[in-house]
C-alpha cells in the first residue's frame, strides 16, 4: 500500500485545530485569574522549547513515524515497551476528549439525553475519518480551519461593545506564583499534548520542515487560544467566568446586536465541536497505528472501529461525573502528562543523539 503523505500546510492546520480542540471550550490556567493573557504568554515560550525535542526526533529520522523510530533506537523489547505507553496515551487523551464534548453538548443543550449517545457520535465520525486516512482529514480541515479563524475574529468583534477592560486589573496582584502554575497547566494542556503528532510527521512530504510544523501551529494556536481567553474575561469578568463550566461558551451566549443577531453561541458550539472531532481522529489515528505497529497489521484502517468503540466505552467510566472531570483536568492531568509528554521524548532525543553521533563517527 501507497505510503499516506500531507503537505506542510496540512500538517500545520491538522495540528493547530489539534491544539485548539477542546480548550476552546473547556479552557486551563484559572489561577491566573486575570493574568490569563501572562500565563498563556509564558506557556507558549516554554512550550516552544518543548516542541523542539520533538521536531529535532522527527528531523533525524525523516520519514519516519515515532513507533519505527522506537524500534531503531531501543529494539523489539525495550521498544515495544515504551511503544505501549505512547499507544495508551493516545488512547487516553482520545477517551478524554470525548468526554470533555460529551459533557459540553449534555450540559449547555441536552441534559437529559445519555452521555453514550455522544460518546458514540463523535467516534462513529472519527472511525470513517481514520479509515479515510490522514490525507482526508488534512483536506477536511484545509477548508474548515479558514471558518473557525473567521467565527473567532467575528465573535470578537462582536464581543467589544461588552468589553471591560478594569476586567484585566489589577496586574499580577496575587505574584507570579499562580502565573507560572498556570503556565504550566497550559503547557500540558494543549500544547504539549502535540507529542503525539511524532506519529504523524512520517507521513510529511519530501523537503517539509517538522521544525516548520511545530512552531507555525504553536504560534497559530496560542494566539487564537490567547484572543479567546482574555476575551471571556473581558466580557463576563473574573468572577463570572470563574464559576462558568465553559467559559468561552458562556461569553458567546451573551452577544446581542439588536433584534435580528442573538443566540449565535450554537454556530459557535458547531465550530468547536468539529476542532474536537479533528483532536479525537488524531488521536485514534495515532492509536490505530500503534497497534497495527505492535502486531505487524500492514493495514491500520481495519482496526479504526475496535479500537474507537474501546475508546469510546473508555470515555464513560474514565470519570464519575462532570465534576470529577473538571477537577482532574485542573489538578491531575499536568502530572499524569508530563511523563508522556516531557519524560519520554526527552529520552528518545537523548539516545537518537548519541547513536546518530556514533554512527557518524563510524562511517567517518
Known amino acids: 500500500m501507497e505510503k499516506e503523505a500531507i ?50 526526533i522527527s528531523s533525524l529520522f525523516p520519514g519516519k513515524n515515532i513507533y519505527e523510530i522506537l524500534d531503531l533506537l531501543f529494539g523489539k523489547v525495550f521498544g515495544r515497551i515504551l511503544l505501549l505507553s505512547f499507544i495508551f496515551y493516545a488512547f487516553s487523551l482520545g ?21 453514550c449517545i455522544f460518546a458514540f457520535s463523535a467516534v462513529v ?11 482526508l482529514l488534512g483536506r477536511f480541515l484545509s477548508i474548515f480551519f479558514p471558518v473557525y479563524i473567521i467565527m473567532i475574529a467575528v465573535v470578537t468583534i462582536l464581543s467589544i461593545p461588552l468589553f471591560n477592560f478594569d476586567n484585566l486589573k489589577p496586574v499580577l496582584y496575587n505574584g507570579m506564583k499562580p502565573v507560572l502554575a498556570a503556565s504550566f497547566n497550559i503547557v500540558t494542556f494543549p500544547f504539549a499534548e502535540v507529542v503525539v503528532f511524532l506519529c504523524l510527521m512520517g507521513n510529511l512530504r519530501k523537503n517539509s520542515s517538522a521544525y516548520k510544523v511545530y512552531y507555525s501551529s504553536l504560534f497559530i494556536s496560542g494566539t487564537l487560544l490567547a484572543i479567546v481567553a482574555v476575551r471571556s474575561i473581558l466580557v463576563l469578568g473574573l468572577p463570572s467566568k470563574m464559576i462558568q463550566n465553559f467559559p ?8 446581542r446586536i439588536g433584534s435580528f443577531l442573538q443566540r449565535i453561541e450554537a454556530s459557535v458550539a458547531i465550530v468547536f465541536m468539529l476542532s474536537g472531532l479533528s483532536k479525537t481522529t488524531v488521536c485514534l489515528y495515532t492509536l490505530t497505528k500503534g497497534l497495527a505497529h505492535l502486531f505487524n497489521i500492514k493495514e491500520y484502517r481495519k ?38 509528554q516531557i519524560i519520554l521524548p526527552a529520552i528518545v532525543w537523548i539516545v537518537a543523539e548519541v547513536k546518530t553521533r556514533i554512527s557518524s563517527k563510524i562511517l567517518q
Not at 248 to 255: D, G, K, V
Open 125 to 135: 465520525i472519527n472511525i470513517f475519518a481514520v479509515r479515510g486516512g490522514i490525507e
Open 7 to 56: 503537505s506542510q500546510k496540512q500538517a500545520i492546520i491538522i495540528m493547530s485545530s489539534f491544539i485548539i480542540g477542546s480548550y476552546a471550550i473547556m479552557g486551563s490556567g484559572i489561577h491566573a485569574r486575570q493574568d490569563i493573557w501572562i500565563a498563556t504568554i509564558i506557556a507558549i515560550v516554554v512550550a516552544s522549547l518543548i516542541i523542539t525535542v520533538y521536531g529535532r
Open 303 to 340: 482496526l479504526a472501529a475496535p479500537t474507537g468503540i474501546i475508546m469510546a466505552l473508555y470515555s464513560l467510566i474514565i470519570h464519575e461525573d462532570a465534576a470529577t472531570m473538571f477537577e482532574w483536568a485542573s489538578k491531575i492531568y499536568s502530572y499524569y502528562a508530563i511523563m508522556h
Open 95 to 115: 477517551a478524554l476528549v470525548i468526554r470533555n464534548f460529551s459533557e459540553f453538548v449534555r450540559i449547555v443543550s441536552l441534559p437529559e439525553t445519555p452521555l
Open 248 to 255: 468561552t461558551y458562556a461569553s458567546t451566549r451573551i452577544i
